[in-house]
């Protein structure tokens, strides 16, 4: 079979970024091999997010782009996947008229048939059949080779939380937890492959397994913490409702899980809180952070807010201000309220206009700012252990030599800190290539959003690349 070519535009969570790996490996059995070149495409495949409205939005404007491609290159098969397509089916085939294919979020084992089909028949395609079990597939085992260090391994799929401004159970359908042995085969592979952190994904993963009786998260935590190799482990995304002793402890207790939970707290008003169905109030969620910061005292939290929710007054919004003041956040999403299709605060009356939600935000973003920048103020010369991700941006735009002893790497802190920093280990070994190893670097300049540094000579800690035997286990 002659080999043709994939493009994928992800737009939307880490999730996403997943499902576009399992798309691509079970496209290379059809020989379609990724190209960053659109025009080169053979394929389109564009997987989306519907969790707000410009999200969606995105998606149309990228869609309304391929319109002169397919003409010039009638032969080419364009499709959506992901959230949207889930959420609009046919509709999206109707607006769009050069498109060959609409698949949802649970039709990912059955695209290659589907692309097939087309290919030979000519036709058009709409999948958006859901089902309540998790379908393995059998090149998931496989781990598409990215040769990132950091990977994203989804555990479970779906919410059944139904908060009241959210798209997700609609378009992800139920709560399903895959199988811890899966899980661990997978993470094993992508260890092989030079992954050393590996991120868990769920709508909800402190819920993980409890359906069906599976392992518990902090169970499955510790499996994970037993994988030769693998130097870290993050996950995400958090319910506060859900948030266990038994996890806050896993914090002190696994020492390849990394200082960082993101906790969405979407707002600092019960009644608000109340009204999205959140299930939980500020006193509950602040009572979590205290025993999060007694159990790990460098713990990074992170949070969600949404601004301008139906009904928030500005009382509301101002509690939301003050709680972020008190929990001082080391980082924050805001968005600003969006209606979604089914979602029931759709249907909620009070409606704050945009003028206002705009205002909020920018109060909320403004407010954030300053508490993270102080926060990384107080990181000013200390040493922190990062795991070294690849070229910082900055690098690869001025193309020095990768070798020079100025090239500007790019790796996280446990607490999910990006650290630019030059290496200036006096040892060869360490200033060819640092890429996925844990090195010391002293931080000399703060910013709101990364920090800067170089690693200090002394405290090396190069440990192997991949394949190689030589790790922290
Ligand atoms: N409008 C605005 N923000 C939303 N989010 C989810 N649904 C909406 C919506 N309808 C935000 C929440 C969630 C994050 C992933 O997106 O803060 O935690
Ligand atoms: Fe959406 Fe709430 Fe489920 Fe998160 S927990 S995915 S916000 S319904």
């Known amino acids: 079979m002659k080999t043709k070519y994939l493009y994928i535009n992800t737009i939307g969570c880490q999730m996403n970024v997943y499902d576009s790996e399992q798309i691509a490996n079970g496209l290379k059995y059809l020989q379609y091999e990724m190209t960053p070149f659109i025009e ?5 495949i564009v997987n989306t997010c519907a969790i707000r ?6 998606v149309f404007s990228f869609l309304g782009r391929l319109a002169g491609l397919k003409k010039k290159k009638p032969d080419l098969i364009i499709g959506v996947g992901g959230c949207v397509a889930q959420q609009e089916g046919a509709k ?20 290659p048939d589907a ?45 059944d939380n139904y908060c009241t401004y959210c798209v997700v159970p609609y378009v992800r359908g139920r709560e399903t937890s895959r199988d811890p042995e899966k899980i661990i085969d997978e993470i094993r592979r992508l260890v092989e492959t030079g992954a050393r952190e590996v991120t868990l994904l769920g709508q909800n993963v402190n819920s993980y397994g409890i359906k069906e009786g599976l392992l518990t998260f902090p169970e499955l935590l510790r499996r994970v913490n037993d994988v030769d190799g693998l130097l870290r482990i993050r996950f995400t995304t958090s319910h ?32 608000i809180l109340k009204r999205m169905n959140r299930k939980y109030t500020r006193e509950i969620y602040l009572e979590k952070v205290e025993k999060l910061r007694n159990t790990c005292p460098d713990i ?32 924050l999403f805001a968005f600003k309220y969006s209606d979604r299709p089914n979602a029931s605060a759709a249907r ?18 403004d407010l954030q700012d300053q508490i993270t920048t102080r926060k990384n103020k107080t990181l000013k010369d200390s040493i922190q252990s ?31 800190k990006i650290v630019n920093f030059y290496n200036n280990d006096g040892t060869d070994s360490c200033n060819k290539n640092v890429m996925g190893r844990l090195v010391n670097v002293r931080i000399l300049k703060t910013f709101s959003h990364s920090l800067w540094g170089e690693t200090n000579g002394k405290e090396p800690a190069c440990f192997g690349l991949r394949g190689e035997k030589s790790y922290v286990a």
């Not at 309540?132 to 799929?157: A, H, P």
């Not at 990074?300 to 929710?309: E, K, L, N, P, R």
């Open 386 to 416: 990062v795991l070294v991700e690849g070229f910082s941006k900055k690098q690869n735009q001025i193309n020095t030599p990768d070798s020079s002893p100025n090239a500007q790497w790019t790796g996280r802190t446990s607490t999910n």
């Open 53 to 58: 409205e410009k999200a969606e939005q995105k």
């Open 40 to 44: 080169k495409a053979d394929l389109i």
């Open 300 to 331: 990074a939290i992170t949070s969600d807010i949404i601004v301008g929710f139906p009904g928030e007054t500005r009382m509301d919004f101002q509690e939301t201000l003050d709680l972020i003041g008190m929990v001082e956040f080391d980082g």
């Open 92 to 111: 999206i085939l109707e607006r769009v008229p050069y498109l060959d294919l609409v698949f949802g979020t649970h039709a990912i084992d059955r695209l």
């Open 115 to 159: 692309i097939q089909t087309i290919s030979s028949k000519k036709c058009r395609i709409v999948d958006t059949q859901m089902s309540n079990q998790i379908k393995e597939l059998d090149f998931s085992v496989n781990g598409y080779d990215t040769g990132d260090v950091t990977r994203f391994v989804t555990i479970m799929q779906g919410c």
């Open 348 to 365: 909620f009356s009070n409606k704050i206009l945009e003028d206002e939600k705009k205002q909020r935000l920018q109060q909320v973003l």
């Open 240 to 271: 506060p409702k859900d948030l266990s002793e038994n996890l806050i402890h896993a914090f002190k207790d696994l020492d390849k899980l990394c200082h960082h939970i993101h906790l969405p707290i979407q707002s600092g008003s019960n009644r």
